[in-house]
């Protein structure tokens, strides 16, 4: 069926309707599941992938294919914010104390998935030398979504969240180069012919971009004295968001960097927290919808089909080694960085835990990918990403939550400390008893 079972129903009726109606069974689906994952003690992100699966085209195709091709601004909405409330944490004083440290975290960490899943795919599996190479420039980023939006449900804070947010960020900067470089070597090795343009144009384009978010976090300052109305400083924050989103649309260049340099600039020029936590309490629809769109967007069957031209593996097989060697990169690289830097057992022994999830970044660098690519290739590509990125999101924020407590960077209630405290007890005795 390639029509969604909504629009059947409203087929003839108003095109508002159309929309209306499945993007608040999105909504409604997704907070739904939180009410299961809640009791499983899982973040609300888990629940939101859950929802897009159950009411997608693999469960039950409540949501047609073109409500979700037409959706996918929602995705740079969502990074926009995110990248946006990411950039608080990165406050003058706050850096001096890390930056440094925080710089040796993410290179090693970064580095370390990148080369673990290039010697999987190039030398374990046989891939081709290029797709290899995207392929491992990918494994370095993280999803900054998913993270916050668990760090923010927690209401955790501490050194560990400072670092954490930070690493985070800084992922996505290593892996954003990563990937220019690699997918014009890819290019390059398909033509045959290398052209130094192709890396250094996408590089440029970026600083461009971290440039004017800058520009744009300045005048945001600007547009906002002390005086101006609550509702019209969230107005003025979000017209700019959008317009830098729109910007960057039109360069054909993830908003991320941009937006995370104009949350860094407003909050050192003004110190002013306030629009942060306006943003926090307007988002949570946003990044709902974000989420539930990449669960009814992933292609199961597309896991089980054979790419000859790429390796002899399915893709199945190839997405499920790409899970487990980037996990295993990051927690090496996170914790050989920790040690390096002095971080304390806490930070060094969980922080590789909170770095699993991957998706919003990685997609949408999987998408622009496959359509430079193109063929097989392309389509494998997008294909593996996506099928992990949904795996990562699935457990990837439980990860993080259990780092955040492991970490103790939040506190539980005393009910939940009695009932640990109960757990623990329970299981000593079954120890004794076995």
Not at 83 to 105: D, H, P, Q
Request: with cysteine.
């Amino acid at each position: 069926m390639n029509s969604g079972f909504l629009l059947r129903i409203f087929n003839g009726r108003s095109s508002a309707s159309d929309v209306i109606i499945p993007i608040a069974l999105m909504l409604f689906s997704g907070f739904a599941l939180t009410r299961v994952t809640k009791r499983l003690k899982l973040p609300n992100v888990t629940g939101y992938i859950l929802a897009g699966i159950l009411i997608g085209p693999f469960g039950l195709n409540l949501i047609s294919d073109k409500l979700i091709n037409g959706t996918g601004f929602i995705a740079d909405i969502a990074l926009a914010f995110i990248a946006f409330s990411t950039g608080e944490f990165f406050t003058f004083s706050t850096l001096k104390k890390n930056g440094l440290k925080v710089c040796i975290i993410t290179f090693l960490e970064a580095a370390l998935a990148s080369i673990f899943v290039f010697v999987l795919s190039f030398s374990v599996l046989k891939m081709d030398f290029g797709f290899a190479l995207v392929l491992s420039a990918l494994a370095s980023t993280t999803a900054p979504a998913s993270t916050v939006m668990t760090i923010r449900q927690l209401g955790a804070k501490g050194d560990f969240v400072n670092t954490l947010l930070q690493v985070v960020a800084l992922d996505d900067v290593f892996g954003l180069v990563a990937y220019s470089m690699a997918i014009s070597l890819a290019v390059a090795g398909k033509s045959g012919s290398f052209q130094i343009s192709a890396v250094v144009i996408p590089i440029l384009v970026n600083i461009f971009v971290l440039i004017l978010g800058g520009l744009f976090g300045a005048l945001m300052k600007l547009l906002m004295p002390k005086n101006r109305s609550t509702d019209n400083r969230l107005i003025i924050t979000i017209a700019l968001l959008f317009c830098f989103c729109g910007i960057c649309a039109l360069l054909d260049v993830s908003p991320l960097l941009g937006c995370m340099s104009m949350g860094t600039v407003y909050i050192n020029i003004t110190g002013d927290d306030k629009i942060f936590k306006q943003l926090n309490y307007f988002s949570p629809p946003i990044l709902l919808l974000f989420f539930v769109r990449s669960g009814v967007n992933f292609k199961i069957d597309a896991l089980f089909h054979q790419r000859g031209t790429i390796t002899g593996a399915s893709l199945l097989v190839v997405g499920v080694s790409y899970f487990l060697v980037r996990i295993l990169g990051k927690y090496a690289g996170s914790f050989l960085g920790s040690a390096l830097v002095g971080k304390k057992k806490e930070v060094r022994n969980y922080l590789g835990l909170a770095l699993i999830p991957q998706a919003g970044v990685a997609i949408g660098l999987s998408a622009l990918g496959a359509r430079i690519l193109g063929g097989e290739d392309g389509s494998a590509l997008e294909t593996v990403i996506l099928a992990s990125s949904v795996l990562y999101e699935l457990i990837g924020p439980a990860c993080a939550k259990l780092a955040l407590y492991l970490s103790k960077s939040y506190a539980i209630s005393l009910e939940e400390r009695a009932k640990e405290a109960e757990n623990k007890k329970k299981c000593r005795v079954a120890s004794l008893v076995t």
